[in-house]
């Protein structure tokens, strides 16, 4: 979140996917039934969607979810409706309606920062809301596009798009607190 705060005044979009998405949408009074959430961070996802009101940044985020009994293979799963996730299932993954509006924005975009998979890739009948968000940043040929994080690394390399990518950065931490603002030591280094 702390990444989010830093681009607002700088991003005309924000698209959330993946585990941090049922924050937020916890913090817009969703149910997300046994979905991950960061209850102590219900609050700063509540300020940061005011900020971005604030500031006419666009922040999209699911419409519509896969969900699972378990977060593992095998288990019962199914598309969801709308945003509302029922006690007893947890979200796994981004719906149909949410990988066509993200892809639809993303093809809009001149640039684009891809950190984190949209839900369980790594299982693949929780892995087509990623696919399909690598498919888009790949497709997205006027824009610069960066892919960083271990696991959006992992994913576009498992999909084959690697190779249609701007820039891969396999900085993985360093690149959040870059991007968070911090002062690197390396870069204050080089700029002393």
Do not use: C
Not at 7 to 27: E, V
Not at 179 to 189: D, H, I, R, S
């Amino acid at each position: 979140i702390a990444v989010i705060d830093n681009l607002l005044p700088r991003i005309g979009a924000l698209l959330i996917g993946g585990a941090m998405a049922y924050t937020f949408l916890k913090a817009q009074g969703i149910a997300i039934g046994g979905s991950r959430v960061e209850a102590d961070k219900v609050d700063l996802a509540q300020k940061t969607l005011e900020q971005a009101r604030a500031k006419g940044v666009r922040l999209l985020l699911p419409t519509d979810h896969v969900i699972a009994t378990r977060p593992e293979a095998g288990a019962d799963h199914k598309d969801t409706a709308d945003a509302a996730i029922p006690d007893g299932w947890l979200g796994v993954d981004i719906g149909p309606k949410t990988r066509a509006a993200y892809a639809a924005e993303i093809a809009k975009a001149k640039t684009v920062l891809w950190n984190g998979p949209m839900g369980i890739f790594e299982i693949e009948a929780y892995a087509g809301g990623t696919v399909a968000i690598a498919h888009a940043v790949a497709d997205a040929k006027q824009a610069f596009t960066v892919v960083g994080g271990g696991d959006s690394v992992a994913a576009v390399t498992q999909v084959g798009v690697a190779d249609r990518i701007g820039h891969i950065s396999t900085g993985g931490g360093a690149s959040l607190e870059f991007l968070e603002g911090q002062t690197l030591p390396g870069v204050a280094a080089l700029e002393g």
